[in-house]
């Protein structure tokens, strides 16, 4: 089965005129300058060298697409348009500010080869948006997923957790909103404060106190439970790391395994309901690809639930899915 990659192609900033309080977008992709069409099909040229039998997509990331000029769009698109009439890339993705998108840039789009667009919507909290400094509001988000999904692309929605105002209740429920806007794709962020940042200044005064990554964890695994339950693929949790990322940071939750931890938590979370009614010596059947997120790091799952249940828990391999078997008694976790 072929796989999937993505050709990334960083913007940094571009398009966007809004300051959020969080924000600090040349740290999190160690780009200062954004390229020119010329040396984006040069690098996508390069990426493809690699890409084997993987199915190619080209992204578009750390700015506001549609909100760069549109000659510039279409010069960054037409620069791309080749490796897509070769069959070497199958498609386009960008991410964009919900307010900068309407009818006739979806259209422009598609046009234009894009597939998916991801809208950077943070909360679908108004309180939380403006806190944050966003500048759009959870209207925005609902006006602009309806119509990329009336024009015809795929819908990705980007979240975070640990924004000021934000509560674990307010994060549930913007992962129950993706799953009504029809999102197929989502991408969490749990909040990492960077250095000369508005959110810095509030939390060097004492004003707000952001989660630790640990804090974090249980808020991240629990919108990701409604998120994969309501058949959205998380494509991404967690900033990816670089080599200058973690010295930006002055707080909050970044952890390189944020992924990692919150997987192992949402299943956690799933065992622990399971094991509801059981005792003794209870085996989990689990698929290979699950078994780092179903034992956690170095078995702590495990040595969790033994701890806190009558049970003694012990692992077999299985084909597809997950179970628990005691004796006769066999409870399936749904994914």
């Known amino acids: 089965m072929k796989t999937h990659m993505n050709i990334p192609v960083f913007i940094p900033h571009l398009g ?188 060097l005064s004492g004003r707000f106190v952001p989660p630790t990554a640990e804090e974090s964890v249980d808020r991240v695994a629990d919108a990701l439970a409604i998120l994969e339950e309501g058949g959205i693929k998380v494509l991404r949790i967690g900033l990816m790391e670089t080599q200058t990322l973690s010295s930006c940071i002055a707080g909050g939750a970044y952890h390189p395994a944020m992924g990692e931890m919150a997987r192992a938590r949402l299943w956690r979370n799933r065992l622990e309901k399971a094991l509801s009614g059981l005792w003794g010596d209870v085996t989990v059947f689990c698929e290979e690809k699950l078994i780092s997120s179903v034992l956690g790091h170095k078995r702590d799952n495990f040595r969790f639930l033994s701890e806190k249940y009558p049970v003694r828990l012990s692992l077999a391999h299985t084909e597809k899915g997950v179970y628990l078997l005691q004796n006769e008694i066999r409870k399936e976790i749904l994914i």
């Open 16 to 203: 966007c005129g809004h300051s959020c309080a969080f924000c600090s977008q040349r740290s999190v992709t160690n780009v200062m300058a954004a390229p020119s069409p010329e040396s984006v099909a040069f690098s996508i040229k390069e990426a493809l060298r690699t890409k084997g039998d993987k199915k190619a997509e080209i992204a578009f990331f750390g700015g506001s697409f549609t909100g760069i000029p549109r000659k510039d769009q279409e010069a960054y698109l037409l620069a791309a348009k080749p490796f897509l009439l070769s069959g070497e890339a199958e498609g386009i993705r960008l991410s964009t500010r919900p307010d900068y998108i309407d009818e006739e840039t979806v259209s422009f789009l598609k046009a234009h080869g894009v597939k998916t667009v991801e809208l950077g919507a943070q909360s679908m909290s108004d309180d939380v948006l403006e806190k944050s400094r966003r500048g759009h509001t959870a209207a925005d988000t609902r006006r602009a997923a309806r119509l990329i999904i009336e024009g015809g692309l795929t819908l990705g929605l980007q979240m975070m957790t640990g924004l000021p105002l934000s509560t674990p209740e307010k994060e549930a429920e913007t992962a129950r909103e993706f799953v009504r806007l029809g999102a197929k794709e989502a991408r969490i962020y749990p909040l990492a404060v960077f250095y000369a940042t508005p959110l810095y200044a509030e939390m």
